[in-house]
């Protein structure tokens, strides 16, 4: 006896969703997508927040030496 997805009830014979699949997954199609799009909005909010906010730093603070340092010659 072949074991694997040939013997699901909720799969084809070509992969695809049955009906009884479909009909198990419909009570959760709402909550998943809203769950989706609630995990996409935060993402966008902190990646958006995350360059606001490193777009606004100057870099003052920061010292630039005016030339580089040499090191002194081996012999």
Do not use: W
């Given at each position: 006896m072949p074991v694997g997805i040939f013997n699901s009830?909720?799969?084809?014979?070509?992969?695809?969703?049955?009906?009884a699949l479909?009909?198990?997954?419909?009570?959760y199609l709402f909550k998943n997508a809203a769950?989706?799009?609630?995990?996409?909005?935060?993402?966008?909010g902190v990646?958006?927040?995350t360059i606001?906010?490193?777009?606004?730093d100057?870099?003052?603070?920061v010292k630039v030496p005016d030339a580089p340092a040499t090191?002194?010659?081996q012999q």
């Open positions: 009830t909720y799969y084809g014979k070509d992969y695809r969703a049955g009906a479909l009909r198990a997954r419909r009570p769950t989706g799009l609630a995990l996409c909005a935060f993402t966008i990646y958006a927040y606001r906010a490193v777009g606004q100057e870099f003052s603070d090191s002194p010659k």
